[in-house]
């Protein structure tokens, strides 16, 4: 099988970086996961090389100067190595109707990308229509065990989805996930399924079929489509299901498990607005996720429609196309190997470690730009001392282009540094300097 004729380069070196091809243990040299990728793709652009060039060219020639404790030089190499496994996989999941696109493609959802940047998966398997993952929708979220009081609610919630055009986002798991998208399916409705295992199986499974021929679904996941279940990838996923939609409905969360702690993160991290279904269960935790900024979902579902939950202003998250939140987004943070690429350099120098002084960053037009509005943003963000991790938290840049224009920021005197602990307070712009 001829994968050229199925994936660009970049995409091919993608795969072979980040994918496994066969059960875990099988493989001697271990993928790279996704902060590991993050890391190594940033220093690849910074020096100007594409994965493609890693297999068109000596690997270790242009790999001088890498140095990462745990991705050596070997590592990548053994990885890039696997092109005969690569091609067998793709046979495989091709006769299966599955998919591969990376961060390159043009399918790839945009909405991973602006709210996850460089964090977004580099590879998702799928299958379905490719065109659903870019249609955002209601994410619906619960427990595998829920009560069939709220199955039952949550079935009425993905029919009304269906009947007002509004795509359901969901897990696939049995129990809330399964009972939304189903729904949905039966009345005619789009799902996009987010698959923490067995995708692979998921796409031969008989309850997805219809929706998978006529268009109304499709099911991707960033893990191996032939992955068991586990526990990390099932919490690891949750990201991806807020992510890709506009809104979120929260039907029964525990008090320990994946459904709150992923719709902690999302209050955390502000990506969509968090509604939560109102219950008389004791040892349910929905009260304390609308403590945490959630807010209660009308009791009587004939009083709301779907397409409020998503377009309540009163609700400010990290929409897709929100200029203030998404200030910082670039072609180098959040697609760093699109084809053709824009002509931007942000143009610094990574650190070798935690604890080394970085250099100073390399000027060019475009990277002005960016520092600028860095230093603009600044003077709310650090109008009161704040650490390097605080402005990563509330800027969802690169530690180390923080890092670069802080130092230079300090070094013009728009920024005092502050000790004990390191932190870092605006000069106003307006103050003799």
């Known amino acids: 099988m001829n994968v050229s004729n199925l994936l660009s380069p970049t995409a091919q070196a993608t795969l072979l970086l980040t994918s496994h091809f066969s059960k875990v243990n099988r493989e001697a040299a271990k993928p790279l996961t996704n902060a590991e990728w993050e890391r190594f793709a940033l220093w690849l652009k910074e020096k100007s090389i594409t994965p493609a060039d890693l297999l068109a060219n000596d690997s270790i020639a242009l790999l001088q100067g890498w140095h990462d404790a745990r991705i050596s030089v070997e590592r990548i190499s053994e990885l890039l190595g696997r092109g005969h496994s690569l ?4 046979e495989k999941w091709q006769r299966a109707g599955l998919w591969v696109i990376t961060r390159s493609d043009p399918e790839y959802p945009r909405r991973l990308k602006q709210r996850l940047r460089t964090a977004s998966p580099p590879v998702l398997f799928g299958c379905g229509n490719k065109a659903l993952l870019n249609a955002g929708g209601l994410a619906v979220i619960g427990s595998r065990n829920a009560s069939q009081l709220d199955l039952d609610f ?9 009947s007002e055009g509004i795509t359901i986002v969901s897990g696939g798991a049995r129990g809330v996930d399964e009972t939304a998208m189903l729904s949905a399916l039966k009345q005619g409705g789009a799902v996009i399924g987010v698959m923490a295992d067995s995708l692979l199986k998921a796409a031969t499974s008989s309850k997805w079929r219809k929706g998978l021929m006529d268009g109304h679904a499709v099911l991707v996941s960033p893990f191996y489509p032939e992955a068991g279940f586990n526990v990390g990838n099932a919490m690891a996923r949750n990201k991806y299901i807020y992510c890709l939609a506009d809104s979120s409905l929260v039907i029964h969360s525990g008090k320990k498990g994946g459904t709150i702690n992923g719709a902690e993160e999302n209050l955390k991290k502000a990506w969509v607005p968090l509604w939560v ?11 304390d996720l609308v403590a945490k900024g959630g807010r209660w979902l009308e009791a009587n579902i004939r009083t709301f429609n779907i397409r409020d939950l998503i377009n309540d202003e009163s609700v400010r998250t990290n929409q897709v196309g929100d200029q203030i939140e998404d200030l910082f987004s670039s072609p180098t943070q959040s697609e760093l190997f699109a084809e053709p690429e824009p002509n931007l350099t942000l143009g610094f120098t990574p650190e070798k470690d935690s604890g080394q002084e970085i250099n100073e960053p390399a000027v060019s037009a475009d990277a002005i730009d960016f520092y600028q509005l860095f230093v603009s943003e600044l003077q709310h963000l650090a109008k009161k001392p704040v650490t390097v991790d605080e402005l990563i938290e509330k800027t969802d840049l690169h530690k180390t282009q923080i890092n670069a224009w802080l130092k230079r920021a300090v070094n013009e005197g728009v920024v005092q540094k502050l000790h004990r602990p390191v932190r870092y307070q605006a000069v106003s712009l307006n103050a003799d300097r």
């Open 154 to 162: 949550t079935d009425q919630i993905g029919a009304k989805a269906a």
């Open 87 to 90: 091609a067998l996989a793709m």
């Open 277 to 287: 279904k109102q219950t008389n269960d004791k040892d349910a935790a929905n009260a």
